[in-house]
């Protein structure tokens, strides 16, 4: 049997593997099986490509996969719930990158300047490095999570697009290759820069899923260059489903996407004022013992999660607590929005790390009916996403959006450092109904009083 032949038929498995991982991520259940699948196929690949190939010697290559596996292994430990979102993005901004590299690599050494997809990959993935670095920044709060703009940015923006089109026709026209290659990456990663910096807090769920999809187009397009079929497949796979999620993630906030890219919509806010209203409108604070009455004879509970819980590292405190709730009788679900934290599915990672029982996490659209029929909506850490001015307040950015509906729920409890308002930066005109109760404090501690006043009940 040829070699070739042999390849193939891996790049066959290979690609089998990512379609059935793929397949399997769809549900929070089978999610961890379909990635050590999808994993499996990517290292067939990876192994087949560099062995059959005769790219590296046996050793060498043992010794990539040991080190970079030991990396990944100690960076996927160590990472806190919290930074999941930045080391995502941080992932997409390395895919990129390393595709890149290699169609450099063949438009130098191998002659590959009059290859439409080499230079397009350069585009792709520097662009995509550059925005994922501007990303990783933002969400780490190593810069300001506010859109930066300035004046004139789309007649900068639009002038990059034009010289960057320019540069990749200059090479078929006969120019220098080498000259338009860095001209090309210099403008890209400009490019990338420039399309993430008026980017807001509010819209990083959907710049996440946006260069996670750019990244797998930049393999694809690498896959064209070095006639790599189980590139090619693996990056159109991860492209088609990043845009697939990009657009899940508008539907959610009720936005297009070009509305996202344009920016200005959100960031941090460190002003507790911000969140207050100031027409005469007043909360009402609740303290530990009383919330552990209403839980423990409610019927049923429903608990929203949010950043703040991931912040707080409470998840493991609320699974324990649902768990009493649960041997007492009372019914306990979670609501899970689809843009709550920071990317997409973060709070479904954050419970899963807990072992919180899949059955009980509900999507928005599953869920919103049985608040009507629910005792306690207990809110930890979420704010934008079930802030009722999305329903009828007009003049409010996040009119429109879909959210949860807790404010009919017979008591809603939010758990809360302070007044601060999320990533929308306006006030919660749910803290002020008269049906809501408001427990300040950090939501770790907070939850373990509830426990403790919930089993002395």
């Not at 000259?179 to 490019?191: A, H, P, R």
């Amino acid at each position: 049997m040829s070699s070739e032949l042999i390849i193939n038929v891996v790049y066959l498995i290979s690609a089998i593997l990512f379609i059935v991982g793929l397949k399997r991520l769809q549900s929070p259940v089978t999610a961890r099986t379909g990635n050590r699948i999808a994993g499996l196929g990517m290292l067939l690949a990876v192994v087949g490509t560099l062995f059959l190939r005769q790219i590296l010697t046996p050793a060498e290559m043992i010794a990539g996969l040991m080190i970079g596996g030991f990396i990944g292994a100690l960076m996927a430990r160590r990472v806190k719930m919290t930074a999941m979102p930045e080391l995502v993005a941080a992932f997409n901004g390395f895919g990129g990158l390393a595709s890149s590299l290699v169609a450099t690599s063949e438009i130098i050494q191998s002659g590959a300047d009059q290859n439409l997809a080499a230079f397009l990959s350069v585009f792709i993935g520097v662009v995509t490095f550059s925005g994922s670095l501007i990303a990783f920044l933002k969400l780490s709060a190593k810069m300001t999570g506010n859109p930066i703009q300035f004046f004139g940015q789309y007649i900068v923006l639009g002038g990059i697009t034009l010289s960057i089109i320019g540069s990749i026709t200059w090479v078929f026209l006969g120019g220098d290759p080498i000259t338009c290659l860095w001209i090309l990456t210099g403008l890209s990663l400009l490019f990338g820069v420039l399309i993430v910096l008026p980017i807001g807090g509010a819209d990083m769920p959907v710049i996440v899923a946006f260069l996670n999809a750019l990244s797998g187009l930049a393999a694809a397009a690498t896959g064209f260059v070095l006639n790599n079929t189980a590139l090619i497949i693996s990056g159109a796979l991860v492209g088609a489903s990043g845009i697939m999620l990009t657009n899940t993630m508008c539907v959610a906030m009720n936005r297009k996407f070009w509305q996202v890219m344009i920016g200005g919509f959100g960031g941090d806010s460190n002003d507790e004022e911000s969140g207050k209203l100031v027409d005469g409108k007043t909360i009402t604070s609740t303290t530990p013992d009383d919330t552990a009455i209403m839980l423990s004879y409610a019927r049923k509970v429903i608990i929203v999660p949010g950043y703040g819980l991931a912040v707080a590292q409470a998840q493991h405190q609320v699974r324990e607590l649902a768990e009493v709730l649960e041997s007492m009788g009372v019914e306990v679900k979670y609501a899970v929005h689809p843009v709550a934290g920071r990317m997409p599915g973060h709070m479904n990672v954050l419970l899963a790390e807990a072992n919180v029982p899949y059955d009980s996490l509900y999507e928005m659209d599953e869920i919103n009916h049985e608040f009507e029929s629910t005792d306690v909506a207990l809110v930890i850490g979420a704010n934008d996403v079930v802030n009722p001015a999305a329903r009828h307040d007009k003049s409010s950015p996040i009119y429109g959006m879909p959210i949860l509906n807790v404010d009919q729920a017979g008591t809603v409890v939010f758990l809360k450092r302070s007044m601060r308002p999320g990533y929308s930066g306006i006030p919660n005109l749910l803290f002020f109904e008269p049906n809501t109760r408001m427990l300040f404090g950090d939501a770790k501690d907070s939850v373990s009083e509830l426990i403790t006043e919930v089993k002395a009940v």
